[in-house]
């Protein structure tokens, strides 16, 4: 008797204890800020501050007048910010407004991983790439406490100290280091010889991020470049090499040449840091869902521009969304060619629209296009569900 009560006790409190650490290990992470690095793709003003706001019709569907976006609206990271409780993260840069108690957003439009040696003027790339924003990140650190250290409304704009180590590191950046090589009038090969360069830079930023005290990485990998009129009519391909969905096969294949550099980088990420949780997330797969399936994401126009100016592709790259061309002695508003943008994909040549942002982000966020399978709100546990 006494020894059956005995080893019933042992199943209780072993079961009790597996309870407790599967709870554990499968509670949300309650992220208390957002630190993200990247280009457009996930830039709220960044380079709008620095070289002019992106004019009407950004922002449009949305904030309804102009928000430092390049969209009629959200970002995916407005929908990560959104989707933990936290607010729209202020672009670092923007001395106007900003507050930065859940986060900071180093992302501006145009941004390299590796620094360019062209200015904005002279190739569109911006002058913060990666390791620029890292600089800002690493000074933003202790000035942030110093700042709140002096009380009242400051203490109210800055993040707590503790919230560097348990916030979330965000990451989407790459697409312009491909391009910048492709508009010099790179081949593919000469693109995919420098692709290990960028990629150890953005190894050495992340392992710098994590000697700081970042831990939990959210990766995005880079999306389907062939699918974007801005590389389309940039850099015409034969029709052969078009696939059915309309997209420039060469340039998606060097999309994923780099991705998988970049899920292999990861998975050294992952041996050299030992206390980080980085998820890797496919927004390639995510992003061309869109445009080979668009009807099952409920979209008409998968590859055309909803905002730009002429051509087979709604796009001119002298010509772009928000800008101005003379008709008739009169200046006239490139704006918006398609009625309803959520339902067209593609916004202005470059970007997607927040109708098709959110789909991505809809498709990312249970973490089935991730590696490991960790939806967001459990990025913070990475570790246990490795896959390599
Ligand atoms: C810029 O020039 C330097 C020196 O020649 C070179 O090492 C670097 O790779 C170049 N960067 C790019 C992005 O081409
Ligand atoms: C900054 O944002 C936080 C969180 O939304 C809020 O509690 C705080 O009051 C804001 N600061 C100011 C000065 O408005
Ligand atoms: C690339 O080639 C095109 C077409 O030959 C040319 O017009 C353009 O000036 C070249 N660009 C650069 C950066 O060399």
Known sequence: MKSQFSKLLVATAMLMFLSVSLAASSSPCKFPAIFNFGDSNSDTGGLSALFGQARLPHGESYFHSPAGRYCDGRLVIDFIANSLELPFLSAYLDSVGSNFTHGANFATAGSTIRPQNTTIRQSGFSPVSLDVQY????????????????????????????????????????????????????????????????????NSIVKYVYNQGGRYFWIHNTGPIGCLPYVLDRLPIPAAQVDKAGCATPYNKLARFFNRGLKQAVVQ?????????????????????????????????????????????????????GGKIRVHGKDVLVGKACQDPSLWVNWDGVHFTEAANKRVFDQIVDGSLSDPPTPLKFACHGKQQQTH
């Open 135 to 202: 600089n800002e990140f690493y000074d933003f650190q202790p000035r942030s406490q110093t700042t709140r250290s002096r009380g009242g409304v400051f203490e109210q704009l800055m993040p707590k100290a503790e919230d560097f180590s348990r916030a979330l590191y965000a990451f989407d950046i790459g697409q312009n280091d491909l391009t910048s090589g492709l508009f010099l009038n790179m081949s593919i090969t000469q693109v995919k010889a420098y692709v290990p360069d960028v990629l150890n830079q953005f």
């Open 269 to 321: 990420l992952r041996k050299e840091l030992p206390l980080a949780a980085i998820t890797y997330v496919d927004v390639y797969s995510a992003k061309y869902s869109l445009i080979s399936q668009p009807q099952k994401h409920g979209f008409k126009q998968p590859i055309r521009a909803c905002c730009g100016h002429g051509g087979k592709y709604n796009f001119n790259k002298h010509i772009g969304c």
